[in-house]
C-alpha cells in the first residue's frame, strides 16, 4: 500500500501508517508485533508488517515487507523508515532487514517506536558499518 507523505510533517504520516499496519502482523509464534513505514525520496510511503509462519524460518520482517512493496510499486530510493513494535524500548532492525534497506538507501535515516512512544532514531550507516553492497561484487 502506498499513499503521499504530507511535506508539512512526515513524521505524523509514517507513525501513523506504521501503527496502523502493526495491527495487522501475523506474530502468533513471537507475540512480537512490528509495523513498518517507509518513505521513498518521492515521498511515497510503503508499509509491511511481520508475517510469522508455522514453519519459523519462512516467516518476514516488517521492514522487508515494506521493503518488497516499495520495489514492486517502482520505487528504487527511500529516505527514512519509521518502525514501531511492542518492545519495552525502541528496537533497531535485524541484521537481514539492514542488509537488505542498504542496498537501496545506505543513508537512511531509521526511527524506531513503542507502542509507549520512546523514539530512537539512527543512520543505517552507523547501524551497518562495511556492507556488503553491489559494488563489492564488482569484480565478480
Ligand atoms: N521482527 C521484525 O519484523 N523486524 C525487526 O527488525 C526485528 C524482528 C519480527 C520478526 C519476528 O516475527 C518477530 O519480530 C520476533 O523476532
Redesign the pocket.
Known amino acids: 500500500m502506498s499513499h503521499a507523505v504530507n511535506s508539512e510533517n512526515p513524521m505524523s504520516v509514517l507513525t501513523e501508517a506504521a501503527r496502523t499496519v502493526q495491527q495487522r502482523a501475523w ?1 502468533p509464534y ?1 507475540k ?1 508485533r ?1 509495523g513498518a513505514a517507509l518513505e521513498s525520496t518521492e515521498g511515497k510511503v510503503f508499509t509491511g508488517c ?1 508475517v ?1 509462519n508455522a514453519s519459523y524460518p519462512a ?1 518476514i ?3 522487508r515487507g515494506a521493503l518488497a512493496s516499495a520495489i514492486a510499486s517502482g520505487a528504487r530510493a527511500f529516505v527514512r523508515v519509521v ?1 514501531v513494535s511492542d518492545a519495552d524500548t525502541p ?1 533497531p ?2 541484521g537481514m ?1 539492514r542488509q537488505a534497506l542498504v542496498e537501496f538507501a545506505p543513508a537512511l535515516e531509521v526511527v524506531s517506536i513503542t507502542t509507549g512512544g520512546q523514539t530512537a532514531r539512527w543512520s543505517l550507516a552507523d547501524l551497518l558499518p562495511f556492507p556488503f553492497t553491489p559494488s563489492s561484487l564488482a569484480h565478480a
Open positions: 506474530a513471537s512480537f512490528v511481520n510469522e516467516g520482517c516488517a521492514e518502525i528496537a532492525p535485524c532487514c
